[in-house]
């Protein structure tokens, strides 16, 4: 991650997974290059800081969707379910551990927690400012880990109950801007995972040249030891 992304793509470690936490350590890395001297990733205890980088962002994370979780549970069912909701999060044994270390789960969750949320503001207002923020943090999930699509469907159950909707089928007006408020957070989550689908292909590429690469050098090496043996034979 710290060399580049192009590096990360290649390692089998994050194949399968989005690039969105990848680009919010190297950001933060970047606010902390600013104040303090560049790190080297050779010397041990720039290896410590630059795994604290992580973890902080992971921590904060964390942090962050326990306070999110408390909102969706007030909107659910009250201040007491939002505080129930908030203090099972907090306690998850998962959360916890996920919380410790910089993983992509956690910043998918973060993201999903969000969507979640402004899903249930489509419901009970449909305004258009919540379908659009939904569109954003459905994006940002899936951009950390692809199994965040499932959000998706979340959302769109939400537009069916959201109010607005045409009483009429004759109201042809009314069912276009209905059918444009639900189609609007498919469009922006794919408008903000563009740039990652993008380096996702690219990432293709290359671990397809890579592995061209290998099969080549593979092939060359076998030549090269039938070869030997066959003089040895002689």
Known sequence: LRVSMEAAALSGKFFMYGTVPMHLLNALLWAYERVWPPLSLTAFQDQVTYMVLGRAISATMGTATVLVTYFVGRRVSGRLGGLLAAALMATSVVHIAESHSFR?????????????????????????????????????????????????????????????????????????????????PLVLSVLVYRPILRLIDDRRERIRKSMEDTKAIENQRRELDEFKLDQMKK
């Open 104 to 184: 992509v789960d956690l910043v998918m969750m973060f993201f999903v927690t969000l969507a979640w949320l402004f899903a249930l503001r489509i419901a009970e207002w449909g305004r258009w400012r919540d379908y659009l923020w939904a569109g954003v943090f459905v994006g940002a999930a899936i951009g950390s880990k692809y199994s965040a699509a499932f959000i998706l469907g979340v959302v769109a159950f939400a537009h069916l109950l959201a109010p607005r909707r045409p009483q009429t089928w004759q109201d042809a007006r009314g069912w276009l801007a209905w059918t444009t408020r639900g189609l609007s």
